[in-house]
Nanobody, 119 residues
Framework: QVQLVESGGGLVEAGGSLRLSCAAS????????MGWYRQTPGNQRELVAR???????NYADSAKGRFTISRDGAKNTVYLQMNSLKPEDTAEYYC?????????????WGQGTLVTVSS
């Protein structure tokens, strides 16, 4: 079993910053890609940012210039530094990992961490 453990959500005022962390634990896997998605009630989960094992990154337009995704390969951990937060960033944030085990590709989701940005 592979698990993703998220941390770092919370309440912050508009203009503030938060740093989310997501650590993958388990055995016999390699990471292809890790990323962050977010979801608000009644809406679909949407990509915020993701980073591949090779270091390539993708950001949603809403995250560009404000959020930075990074990874620590040795710790199987991905981080999302969120600056200049806006009330519209309020959402449940989910970590996602695309993994390989014995030539099989599979995805794992974290439980989610709530980010609330007050105006």
């Amino acid at each position: 079993q592979v698990q993703l453990v998220e941390s770092g959500g919370g309440l912050v005022e508009a203009g503030g910053s938060l740093r989310l962390s997501c650590a993958a634990s388990g055995s016999s896997f390699s990471i292809n890609v890790m990323g962050w998605y977010r979801q608000t009630p009644g809406n679909q989960r949407e990509l915020v940012a993701r980073i591949t094992s090779g270091g390539s990154v993708n950001y949603a337009d809403s995250a560009k210039g404000r959020f930075t995704i990074s990874r620590d390969g040795a710790k199987n951990t991905v981080y999302l530094q969120m600056n200049s937060l806006k009330p519209e960033d309020t959402a449940e944030y989910y970590c996602n990992a695309g993994l390989m085990r014995n030539s099989w590709y599979f995805e794992v989701w974290g439980q989610g961490t709530l980010v609330t940005v007050s105006s």
